[in-house]
């Protein structure tokens, strides 16, 4: 039987989480009270017979002054036998006010103050468990589909997972630089397809415009010399314990250039298998619209 604990930072995705592994068949309680936790998992492996193959539970802030007493309950557990991961879900602070501000939500430990006094406060609360998490999944960037595919991938297929998740995304720096860019690389130097009657229209995404850029030996010899550092750079970030990397390659407007180097750089790096890899073109379709 498999028993997962579910906890996080509030809005970063713990009730969505608990919603996908109930659609996947798992047995879910959240907001459990603290001294009930143990008992809940004795009762589950007496019904683990009668049906109910895993179990989730969640576990936040709600439990207030109690969560206190869960290290001492996860470790009389650990040493009665009982078997059980933890799931901690987490995003950037920016993104958490922003997801608060959307829907009008206040945050459970603001008490009617600041939303970052909130998460501030909870982050101190929850860092024990963020500690001992067995799995940490970053939802700053990820798609609603993005994390149930990584959700899929733990708790159902049994597959192998890495904390880190990289996105590598294209930008135009005339729409200002991503806020959340951990590396941003400027390949403005570039020829521009832009220049290019029969091309301008297009964007990376057309295969046209990609040959355009990448037959030139100077795109090439950069590439070479991205994917060597973002290799060599993406393993020292996941030992200090980073769980999202952005990856920013910005040309003037986001259409040609930088789109054609992050997909190219993407193609490269998402060949390994130990992290989490995703492709965002931010600016692609900014000028079109903007026309319109």
Sequence with gaps: MRFVIVTGVSGAGKSTVLKMLEDAHYFCVDNLPIPLVEKFASLMLEVHEEGVQNAALGIDARSGRALEEL???LDHMK???????????DAEDSVLVKR????????????????????RLEREMMDFLRKRADYIIDTSHLLTRELRQEIEKIFVNDEKFCNMMVTVLSFGFKYGIPADADLVFDVRFLPNPYYEDN????????????????NNETARIFANKLEDMIQFLIPKYAQEGKTSLVIAIGCTGGKHRSVTIARELYSRIARNGEYGFRLEHRDVDKDRLLKK
């Design 199 to 214: 091309l301008r229209p297009l964007t990376g995404m057309d295969e046209s415009v990609f040959n355009y850029v990448m």
């Design 100 to 119: 608060y501000k959307e829907t009008r939500r206040s945050h459970p430990l603001a008490n009617n103050g600041r939303v970052d006094d909130g998460i």
């Design 79 to 89: 040493e009665a036998g009982y078997d059980f991961e933890i799931l901690f879900m």
């Design 71 to 73: 290290a001492k309950v």
